[in-house]
Protein backbone atom coordinates (compact mmCIF):
# COMPACT_ATOMS: atom_id res chain seq x y z
CA UNK A 1 0.00 0.00 0.00
CA UNK A 2 1.27 3.23 -1.05
CA UNK A 3 1.99 5.43 2.47
CA UNK A 4 1.93 9.32 2.99
CA UNK A 5 4.04 11.73 4.91
CA UNK A 6 2.29 14.50 7.06
CA UNK A 7 3.56 16.50 9.97
CA UNK A 8 2.78 15.55 12.95
CA UNK A 9 1.32 18.83 14.19
CA UNK A 10 0.61 22.62 12.99
CA UNK A 11 -0.68 25.99 14.85
CA UNK A 12 -2.24 28.37 13.12
CA UNK A 13 -4.34 32.09 13.70
CA UNK A 14 -7.78 32.20 13.29
CA UNK A 15 -9.08 33.49 10.58
CA UNK A 16 -5.90 32.74 8.67
CA UNK A 17 -5.49 29.85 5.86
CA UNK A 18 -4.03 27.01 7.02
CA UNK A 19 -1.62 24.91 4.16
CA UNK A 20 -1.57 21.05 5.35
CA UNK A 21 1.34 19.20 3.32
CA UNK A 22 1.13 15.47 2.32
CA UNK A 23 4.19 13.63 0.57
CA UNK A 24 3.48 10.72 -1.58
CA UNK A 25 6.53 10.07 -3.66
CA UNK A 26 5.16 6.26 -4.32
CA UNK A 27 2.32 7.11 -5.43
CA UNK A 28 1.05 5.35 -8.60
CA UNK A 29 -1.07 6.44 -11.35
CA UNK A 30 -4.44 5.36 -10.16
CA UNK A 31 -4.23 6.30 -5.85
CA UNK A 32 -6.81 8.67 -5.17
CA UNK A 33 -5.88 11.23 -2.93
CA UNK A 34 -8.53 11.49 0.06
CA UNK A 35 -8.46 13.69 3.23
CA UNK A 36 -10.42 13.09 5.91
CA UNK A 37 -9.96 15.18 9.43
CA UNK A 38 -10.83 13.55 12.88
CA UNK A 39 -12.58 15.79 15.69
CA UNK A 40 -11.82 15.40 19.38
CA UNK A 41 -13.71 11.87 20.45
CA UNK A 42 -15.46 11.17 16.50
CA UNK A 43 -15.01 9.76 14.07
CA UNK A 44 -13.60 10.62 10.52
CA UNK A 45 -15.07 13.19 8.41
CA UNK A 46 -14.19 13.20 5.03
CA UNK A 47 -12.89 16.98 3.22
CA UNK A 48 -12.35 16.52 -0.38
CA UNK A 49 -10.14 13.93 -2.77
CA UNK A 50 -8.40 14.41 -6.04
CA UNK A 51 -6.79 12.20 -8.69
CA UNK A 52 -4.73 14.55 -10.52
CA UNK A 53 -6.67 18.18 -11.21
CA UNK A 54 -6.55 20.70 -8.31
CA UNK A 55 -10.41 20.73 -6.64
CA UNK A 56 -12.13 23.01 -4.66
CA UNK A 57 -15.88 22.38 -2.42
CA UNK A 58 -16.68 24.28 0.32
CA UNK A 59 -14.99 22.84 3.02
CA UNK A 60 -11.37 23.19 1.49
CA UNK A 61 -8.89 22.74 -1.62
CA UNK A 62 -7.00 20.77 -2.38
CA UNK A 63 -3.94 21.09 -4.18
CA UNK A 64 -1.93 18.63 -6.04
CA UNK A 65 1.51 18.44 -7.53
CA UNK A 66 2.20 18.50 -11.28
CA UNK A 67 3.94 15.02 -10.87
CA UNK A 68 1.60 14.05 -8.00
CA UNK A 69 4.20 13.15 -5.50
CA UNK A 70 3.12 15.54 -3.15
CA UNK A 71 -0.72 17.28 -2.00
CA UNK A 72 -1.58 20.59 -0.43
CA UNK A 73 -4.68 20.78 2.06
CA UNK A 74 -5.96 24.72 1.91
CA UNK A 75 -8.19 25.91 4.69
CA UNK A 76 -8.95 29.51 3.51
CA UNK A 77 -10.25 30.78 6.90
CA UNK A 78 -9.59 28.90 10.15
CA UNK A 79 -11.75 28.66 12.78
CA UNK A 80 -11.59 26.88 16.02
CA UNK A 81 -13.79 24.17 14.77
CA UNK A 82 -11.28 23.27 12.76
CA UNK A 83 -9.24 22.07 15.05
CA UNK A 84 -8.59 18.37 14.28
CA UNK A 85 -6.28 15.66 12.82
CA UNK A 86 -5.63 15.80 9.47
CA UNK A 87 -4.92 12.61 7.40
CA UNK A 88 -3.91 12.55 3.49
CA UNK A 89 -4.67 8.83 2.49
CA UNK A 90 -4.34 7.14 -0.82
CA UNK A 91 -6.28 4.93 -1.70
CA UNK A 92 -5.84 2.78 -5.12
CA UNK A 93 -8.56 2.91 -7.65
CA UNK A 94 -7.72 -0.40 -8.82
CA UNK A 95 -7.78 -2.38 -5.72
CA UNK A 96 -11.08 -4.34 -5.02
CA UNK A 97 -11.08 -3.76 -2.05
CA UNK A 98 -10.73 0.52 -1.80
CA UNK A 99 -9.68 0.42 1.99
CA UNK A 100 -8.27 3.10 3.49
CA UNK A 101 -4.30 3.08 4.88
CA UNK A 102 -4.09 5.53 7.45
CA UNK A 103 -1.18 7.46 8.75
CA UNK A 104 -0.58 9.51 11.97
CA UNK A 105 -1.74 12.43 10.66
CA UNK A 106 -1.54 16.05 11.16
CA UNK A 107 -3.01 17.58 14.28
CA UNK A 108 -3.82 21.24 13.83
CA UNK A 109 -4.15 23.61 16.44
CA UNK A 110 -6.35 26.99 15.90
CA UNK A 111 -4.89 29.82 17.89
CA UNK A 112 -7.86 32.39 19.18
CA UNK B 1 -30.16 11.20 4.66
CA UNK B 2 -29.20 9.93 8.21
CA UNK B 3 -25.36 9.15 8.67
CA UNK B 4 -23.96 5.50 9.71
CA UNK B 5 -25.10 4.38 12.85
CA UNK B 6 -23.08 2.75 15.42
CA UNK B 7 -24.01 1.55 18.41
CA UNK B 8 -23.61 1.32 21.61
CA UNK B 9 -21.55 4.28 21.25
CA UNK B 10 -19.74 2.93 24.53
CA UNK B 11 -19.21 -0.71 25.46
CA UNK B 12 -18.21 -1.76 29.03
CA UNK B 13 -16.98 -5.55 28.85
CA UNK B 14 -15.07 -7.97 31.46
CA UNK B 15 -12.27 -9.87 30.48
CA UNK B 16 -13.27 -13.12 28.73
CA UNK B 17 -17.18 -11.86 27.87
CA UNK B 18 -18.27 -11.22 24.45
CA UNK B 19 -18.77 -7.92 22.80
CA UNK B 20 -21.12 -7.14 19.54
CA UNK B 21 -20.77 -4.04 17.70
CA UNK B 22 -23.53 -3.34 15.20
CA UNK B 23 -23.55 -0.94 12.56
CA UNK B 24 -25.97 0.29 9.82
CA UNK B 25 -24.61 2.11 6.82
CA UNK B 26 -25.80 5.52 5.22
CA UNK B 27 -29.10 4.27 3.00
CA UNK B 28 -28.32 2.85 -0.20
CA UNK B 29 -24.63 2.17 1.28
CA UNK B 30 -24.21 -1.88 0.60
CA UNK B 31 -20.49 -1.80 1.47
CA UNK B 32 -19.55 -1.35 4.85
CA UNK B 33 -15.70 -0.85 6.02
CA UNK B 34 -14.47 -1.33 10.06
CA UNK B 35 -11.17 -0.26 11.69
CA UNK B 36 -9.96 -0.34 15.00
CA UNK B 37 -8.63 3.04 16.85
CA UNK B 38 -6.08 2.61 19.93
CA UNK B 39 -5.50 5.25 21.83
CA UNK B 40 -3.33 8.19 20.70
CA UNK B 41 -2.80 6.27 17.29
CA UNK B 42 -4.73 6.01 13.43
CA UNK B 43 -7.11 4.14 12.16
CA UNK B 44 -6.36 0.69 11.33
CA UNK B 45 -8.40 -1.62 8.64
CA UNK B 46 -9.69 -4.57 10.05
CA UNK B 47 -12.33 -5.92 7.43
CA UNK B 48 -14.62 -4.89 4.04
CA UNK B 49 -17.79 -6.65 3.76
CA UNK B 50 -20.50 -6.46 0.90
CA UNK B 51 -23.91 -7.32 1.59
CA UNK B 52 -23.68 -11.33 2.78
CA UNK B 53 -19.93 -11.49 1.84
CA UNK B 54 -16.82 -10.95 3.52
CA UNK B 55 -14.47 -9.32 0.77
CA UNK B 56 -11.26 -8.30 2.78
CA UNK B 57 -10.54 -9.34 6.09
CA UNK B 58 -6.91 -9.52 5.83
CA UNK B 59 -6.47 -6.75 8.99
CA UNK B 60 -9.04 -8.83 11.12
CA UNK B 61 -7.45 -10.83 14.00
CA UNK B 62 -7.70 -14.76 13.25
CA UNK B 63 -9.02 -15.38 16.27
CA UNK B 64 -12.08 -14.25 18.37
CA UNK B 65 -12.49 -11.90 16.23
CA UNK B 66 -15.99 -12.09 13.25
CA UNK B 67 -17.55 -9.83 11.21
CA UNK B 68 -20.71 -10.15 9.30
CA UNK B 69 -23.49 -8.11 7.01
CA UNK B 70 -26.35 -10.25 6.14
CA UNK B 71 -28.96 -9.24 3.83
CA UNK B 72 -31.58 -7.31 6.27
CA UNK B 73 -29.99 -5.58 9.59
CA UNK B 74 -26.69 -4.20 10.90
CA UNK B 75 -23.40 -4.83 9.98
CA UNK B 76 -21.94 -6.86 13.29
CA UNK B 77 -18.31 -7.06 14.59
CA UNK B 78 -18.32 -9.66 16.94
CA UNK B 79 -15.30 -10.29 19.52
CA UNK B 80 -15.38 -13.12 21.68
CA UNK B 81 -13.46 -13.62 24.83
CA UNK B 82 -12.40 -10.13 25.00
CA UNK B 83 -8.93 -9.34 26.64
CA UNK B 84 -7.50 -5.45 28.26
CA UNK B 85 -5.86 -5.18 24.37
CA UNK B 86 -8.86 -4.61 22.76
CA UNK B 87 -9.82 -1.70 24.36
CA UNK B 88 -10.24 0.51 21.71
CA UNK B 89 -12.49 2.92 19.13
CA UNK B 90 -14.09 0.65 16.77
CA UNK B 91 -15.58 2.62 13.79
CA UNK B 92 -17.65 1.41 10.67
CA UNK B 93 -17.63 3.07 7.34
CA UNK B 94 -20.12 2.27 4.56
CA UNK B 95 -19.69 3.24 0.79
CA UNK B 96 -21.81 3.41 -2.35
CA UNK B 97 -19.11 1.75 -4.38
CA UNK B 98 -20.89 3.02 -7.38
CA UNK B 99 -16.88 3.56 -8.78
CA UNK B 100 -13.05 4.50 -7.76
CA UNK B 101 -13.89 8.43 -7.95
CA UNK B 102 -17.02 7.83 -5.88
CA UNK B 103 -15.96 5.39 -3.82
CA UNK B 104 -16.09 7.59 -0.52
CA UNK B 105 -16.33 6.21 2.71
CA UNK B 106 -18.52 7.93 5.16
CA UNK B 107 -17.64 7.41 8.94
CA UNK B 108 -19.96 6.57 11.59
CA UNK B 109 -19.28 7.86 15.60
CA UNK B 110 -17.62 4.84 16.87
CA UNK B 111 -18.10 2.18 19.92
CA UNK B 112 -15.53 3.23 22.42
CA UNK B 113 -15.26 -0.77 24.20
CA UNK B 114 -13.15 -0.56 27.43
CA UNK B 115 -12.21 -4.47 28.50
CA UNK B 116 -12.23 -4.29 32.51
Known amino acids: DAKTTQPNSMESNEEEPVHLPCNHSTISGTDYIHWYRQLPSQGPEYVIH???SNVNNRMASLAIAEDRKSSTLILHRATLRDAAVYYCILRDGNSGTYKYIFGTGTRLKVLA | NAGVMQNPRHLVRRRGQEARLRCSPM?????VYWYRQLPEEGLKFMVY????????ESGMPKERFSAEFPKEGPSILRIQQVVRGDSAAYFCASSPRTGPHTDTQYFGPGTRLTVL
Open chain 2, 49 to 56: LQKENIID
Open chain 1, 50 to 52: GLT
Open chain 2, 27 to 31: KGHSH
